[in-house]
């Protein structure tokens, strides 16, 4: 799985964003986005379990984010409303094959990553 991420942008606070993640080779079965700030941790931001579709968000960003993905396509999104100066980082797509129901926000659990995009809200 090879995995390709666009969408990179600076907007205002309060402003919309949408970050895709193309990816080849099989589908993935679970699929995560993650962002990192300078000098923090990559944090785990939204995870979607591709066959049910289910969604998990982290609470920093829960009502605010939706995670989606197109098998058809071969892409996800991320659709970021309402942002802050602290949504500023480099946002990553991450992919698994095997499926996973918990964990899914821990960045070791994900094989496939892609080279990151960068988000600027001020």
């Known amino acids: 799985v090879q995995l390709v991420e666009s969408g990179e942008g600076s907007v205002q606070a309060g402003g919309s964003l949408t970050l895709a993640c193309a990816y080849t080779g099989s589908r993935p079965v679970c699929m995560g986005w993650f962002r990192q700030a300078p000098g923090k941790e990559r944090e785990g931001v939204a995870a979607?379990?591709?066959?049910?579709?289910?969604?998990y968000y982290a609470d920093s960003v829960k009502g605010r984010f939706t995670i989606s993905e197109d098998g058809t396509e071969r892409v996800a999104y991320l659709r970021m409303n309402s942002l802050k100066p602290e949504d500023t980082a480099m946002y990553y797509c991450a992919a698994r094959r095997a499926d996973l129901t918990t964990e899914l926000f821990r960045a070791d659990v994900y094989s496939y990553w892609g080279q990151g995009t960068q988000v600027t809200v001020s």
């Open positions: 979607i379990r591709t066959a049910v579709r289910n969604t």
